[in-house]
Structure formats: C-alpha cells, structure tokens
C-alpha cells in the first residue's frame, strides 16, 4: 500500500490509499489493477494534525491513489471512471467522466507549476490518450492521442502556456504551445539538448517561463520569450 500525501493550503493536507477487497483469491495471489478496492482519504489540520475529515470509495485497485491540492483549498481525487473535486470536508464540488472511456486505475494526473492545468494520461492498449484539463472547471483544453512507443513528439513537462518534449532526430529537446503540432526545437548557445537514442534528458517546468534542464549533474534553468519564433535564439 503506498500513501499518496498533499497540501490543498496552508490550512489543509490530505492522505490517500487504496485498500483492495480481500477475496480468497486476492489474498493467495495479490490484488490486481482494477479489482474491486477502496479509497480512503483522510484530511487533517496541517497546523494541529487533527483529522478533520474522512470518507471511504468504493474503486478500482491500483497501488497510487490519485490525489492532488488545488489552491482554492480543494482536492482533486479520482474514483472510478471519473475525476471529483471534493472540498476539505470530502464534500462533492464538481465531477467529471473520465474522457476516452478511461478509468482510473489506468490513469496518471499531474499539476501545471501554478496548479491550474491539469496534464491528464490514460493508458489504452495500443496508444494513451493525454489532455490537459482546466482544475477548478474539469473542462477540456486540448487533447491528442500518443502511440505507447512513441518517443519523439511526446510531451515529458507542461506548464499552462507551454509544453516541453522530445522530437527530431537525433532527439532534443522542443517546445510548443497546447493545441498546436508542430514542435520547434529548444536550442542555446553553451546548451546542448541533444541525446543519444535510449536516452532522455530530463526537464521541468518552474513556471511559465522557466525551464529546468538537468544534464549530468548540472541543472540549468533557462528562460524564453512568452511569443515563440521560429528562428529561436534563448540564451541561459
């Protein structure tokens, strides 16, 4: 069982886990993703550590529950096959159906650097289906479809303006902005973002207009211009 922990405000943090229902055959042989299961949460004072809240869901196993804080002091869990905002009492502020006949247990989540933007991926059998949704409204900003063994032209970070992944050949490191195909290629004088095939150089948005890029054990942040160009020139 591995807990899944975050902070919604200064005021209030929350605990998650998925419990699976025990069955002769699950307790021989270990629950497995999608079986019947439970969700429970737990909110706790993040001054005190008093509890404040809890509730229990019936859900699919998987061994990471999805739980994240939203900066109006909400929590975004998933159970099922769609995605609640619940408040610090676990009280339903909003729903919405999981998109591309996802579940979740089959489904990976991830906030923008401000929390506003959601980076949603739900596995299938041959490709996933990645979207970015509005956190507070769980509506739709874009959405596309990524064969499982891409490797080029797939997104590895996100902000809520910009998304960051890898294309050409050999691969480096590009840019472009949600909505749009065309990936331009993130090049700066003394900054080599190139790799070798197999190999992924990691990154990380800090905000909007700062991006973190490890190689060996160096980081560098490097910011851009908030108008992207065709012919880019970003220095460190």
């Known amino acids: 069982m591995r807990l899944a922990v975050d902070f919604a405000d200064d005021e209030h943090v929350a605990v998650a886990w998925i419990s699976p229902d025990v069955t ?9 993703t999608g079986e019947p299961a439970h969700l ?7 001054r005190t550590g008093l509890k404040q809240s809890q509730k229990d869901w019936s859900a699919g196993y998987s061994q990471l529950p999805l739980l994240l804080g939203i900066p109006n002091g909400q929590f975004l869990i998933c159970v099922g096959n769609s995605l609640r905002l619940v408040s610090p009492a676990l009280d339903l502020v909003r729903e919405q159906e999981l ?3 996802g579940s979740c247990s089959s489904s990976l989540a991830q906030l923008s650097p401000s929390r506003r933007t959601l980076l949603l991926s739900i596995r299938g059998e041959r490709a996933y289906y990645e979207g970015l949704l509005n956190v507070q409204t769980l509506t739709s900003l874009s959405g596309w479809i990524e064969p499982n063994w891409a490797y080029s032209g797939k997104a590895i970070a996100f902000s809520d303006d910009w ?8 691969r480096e490191i590009c840019l472009r902005r949600p909505g749009q195909e065309e990936w331009l290629p993130l090049r700066s004088e003394g900054l080599d973002t190139r790799m070798a095939k197999g190999w992924q150089v990691p990154v990380r948005f800090l905000n909007d207009e700062l991006l973190a890029i490890s190689q060996k054990s160096t980081t ?8 992207l160009r065709t012919d880019i020139d970003w220095r460190v």
């Not at 429970?40 to 993040?46: I, R, T």
């Not at 998304?163 to 050999?170: D, N």
């Not at 560098?220 to 108008?227: C, D, R, W, Y």
């Open 24 to 32: 002769k055959l699950s307790e021989r042989n270990g629950p497995k």
């Open 40 to 46: 429970h949460v737990v909110v706790l004072d993040a």
């Open 99 to 101: 998109p591309n006949h």
């Open 163 to 170: 998304m960051a992944g890898y294309c050409g050949e050999p």
């Open 220 to 227: 560098v942040a490097m910011g851009f211009p908030t108008k």
